[in-house]
């Protein structure tokens, strides 16, 4: 059956000018939902923004971006404001997607003389059995890894660079828990007391395998990942009986703009290619279409959950 939104119905993206919230707009679109788009970029990368919300455009939906920071009240404000007067009479928001990704990556403490030490080793003893140098190796292994079958070697690779002397602070942390996490409450408890949510509404936010497995400098988000879970759980239970759920979707890594600021970002995307029974990483259209569905009246029982998109890659794990 193919899938078509009741037209007055829109879906509200934070963080929508790229990645899985971008891909997620377009699908919405191309299936009659309207979108409005919250985003915060530079004046200079908008000439490859543009392009892609044109496609929106292009899909005869209605359709607004607002350029702007989410995680103020004046920005939040700005928008509801805005889109309010869009919707009118008949329209409501069927979706508010939270796809911020806005956090800080710092360590907690200083890496020990034994990071890297077991790679270096390694490359040492492969070294000495074929009479070459370490470097020849080590040059050998970064070659490779650029070509299919560098995820087989990713453990012999240098582990990523991180800076020592910046080290997180109470800060960074409440910063990144309110940026990734704790602002979907702020959202969707707008949205609700302003009755702009349709009568069966979703709310979706995006986690990631760092939630409960520990990556070195992601603390901060993890803890903004653990929040936003709970936020969203507490969402499903109180927002549930004015008819609009609350899921938190677990994408496989992605090879998104968000994935590539985490330093180490390759030996993951190396991690996730070994792991995965489909041998491929996420993409954000698989997201997108898994987002697109839970927006269908069929999945209206399912929530307060965790749902996992990655081809079965964590429990390959």
């Not at 939902?33 to 496609?55: L, Q, S, T, W, Y």
């Not at 998104?256 to 029974?277: E, Q, V």
Request: hydrophobic share 45%; glycine share 10%; net charge negative.
């Amino acid at each position: 059956m193919a899938i078509q939104f009741d037209p007055t119905h829109w879906a509200l993206v934070l963080g929508g000018s790229s990645g899985f919230g971008l891909a997620t707009a377009q699908k919405l679109a191309r299936h009659g939902m309207n979108v409005a788009v919250v985003h915060r970029d530079r004046k200079g990368a908008m000439a490859g923004i543009e392009p892609e919300f044109d496609k929106i455009r292009r899909r005869g939906v209605g359709f607004a971006a607002f350029n702007t920071d989410a995680l103020t009240d004046e920005g939040r404000k700005h928008v509801l404001d805005d889109l309010a007067g869009r919707l009118g009479d008949a329209g409501r928001i069927r979706l508010v997607m939270h796809s911020i990704a806005y956090g800080n990556l710092k360590l907690l403490a200083p890496t020990s003389a034994e990071y890297g030490r077991m790679s270096r080793e390694a490359r040492g003893g492969i070294a000495a059995s074929l009479g070459l140098s370490e470097q020849a190796i080590s040059s050998a292994v970064q070659a490779v890894l650029s070509r299919p079958e560098g995820p087989a070697v990713a453990s012999l690779a240098d582990p990523p660079a991180y800076d020592n002397d910046a080290l997180l602070e109470d800060e960074d942390f409440a910063r990144t828990v309110y940026s990734m996490g704790t602002s979907l409450a702020s959202w969707a408890r707008d949205v609700f007391s302003r009755g702009l949510f349709a009568p069966s509404a979703r709310v979706v936010g995006m986690t990631s395998e760092g939630n409960e497995v520990a990556w070195r400098g992601y603390a901060a988000v993890s803890a903004a990942k653990a929040a936003l879970e709970a936020v969203s759980r507490s969402i499903a239970l109180e927002l549930g009986p004015y008819g609009i759920t609350s899921n938190v979707v677990q994408a496989g890594v992605t090879d998104t703009p968000a994935l590539r600021l985490i330093p180490g970002s390759d030996r993951l995307k190396a991690d996730a290619l070994l792991r995965n029974p489909k041998g491929r990483l996420t993409t954000p259209s698989d997201v997108a279409d898994f987002i697109c569905l839970l927006c269908t009246d069929e999945a209206a029982w399912v929530n307060g959950d965790v749902l996992r998109v990655d081809g079965g890659e964590h429990v390959c794990g």
